[in-house]
């Protein structure tokens, strides 16, 4: 049996409430004081994951308990130390790896450190969720009949470790590439590279809203803390991948833009009769492509980091993808807001993008 841990952590206070209803008559600021003093927790027991192979895997959820918000305004090293002591109690349960969930992944250099001082192996899970970002990508432009050659692609988030392979691999298939991000100059480094490696000539800006007028698929992966995508940028007949938790797009964005096609990015199936003994919003045996690519490692009992620090090769994002596949994890199809995109949605979506357009639906 090979066994694995993942590090979770509450996006912001109400993941919290939501589930013990008493918490919910404290203030927020209360409760996020004492996460803040609070070790970390054994969330649940993960069973039956086995691949086509017959190699079997078990492994834990566990808690770090510190909010979205609190991982990026708390002193780094009080954050890296509540992200190791959860990495070790993943050790103390059984485990022989360990995946970086959610903003324990984007803190600090995404991982390194964290890696130097634990005696168990680190990833972020960031390779795998690239590759199935990518993946969603090509089946949306697909069913929306758009072609990746000829379209307008934004990558929000552009520089940071999950933005920019995206914006790389991209780069060799779209027709114009638009990078932003907050920083000009970490935007014009990533440009140069991708000048270098492709024949791709990307446009950097720090307006998103300019960058999203401009696209016909928008990649919405920062680690901002709340939405910013606002439904007045979206072009009709637009494709937006939502891969950032805490989401880039807010589900008032899909209610008022029903001419939008507005997917989550990285949601896997996983082979065996999974029990994750947690609901995270996701159908029986699903998961985000960063905790599979945790689980995918350790049914190879590859023992090793993996994925760690902002600099993804376009290598390992192919190997985990191989691995995926050998072992049995496909994406999940498109799901959107806790429910699955039926092909009838994609065809209102059509529907309504040409209306919105005004072109007559027989064209
Ligand atoms: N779906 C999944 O399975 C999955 C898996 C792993 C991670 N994630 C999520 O993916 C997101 C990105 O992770 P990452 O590891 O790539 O993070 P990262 O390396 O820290 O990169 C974040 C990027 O967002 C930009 N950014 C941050 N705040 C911004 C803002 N307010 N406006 C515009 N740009 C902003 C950063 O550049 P500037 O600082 O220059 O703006 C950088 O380009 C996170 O939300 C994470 O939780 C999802």
Known sequence: MERFGFILHPLEVQDITRKFSLAERLPNHWLETMFRHSPPIKVSHITGVRSPQGTEAEGWFVGCLLTSRQMLELPLPIV?????????????LGASIVG??????????AGLTVAQNVDIAVTTGNSYTV??????????ADTME??????SVAVLGATGSIGSACARILARDVGNLVLAARSLDKLEKLAAKIRTETRSDPVVTTDLAEACRQADIVVAVTSATNAIVEPEWLRPGAIVCDVARPRNVSRRVAETRKDVLIFEGGVVQVPGNVDFGLDFGFPARTSYACMAETMILALEGR????????DLSVEQVDEINRLAAKNGFHVAGLRSFERAISEEWIAEVKENARKARRVPASS
């Not at 758009?146 to 379209?151: R, T």
């Not at 023992?303 to 902002?310: A, C």
Request: proline share 0%.
């Open 303 to 310: 023992y090793e980091n993996f994925t760690l620090g902002r």
């Open 100 to 109: 970086l969930g959610a903003f324990t992944a984007v803190v600090g250099d």
């Open 80 to 92: 890296l130390d509540k992200i190791i002591k959860a990495a070790r109690k993943a050790k103390e």
């Open 146 to 151: 758009m072609s990746l050659e000829n379209a």
């Open 131 to 140: 590759a199935t970002a990518l993946q969603g990508i090509r089946y949306a």
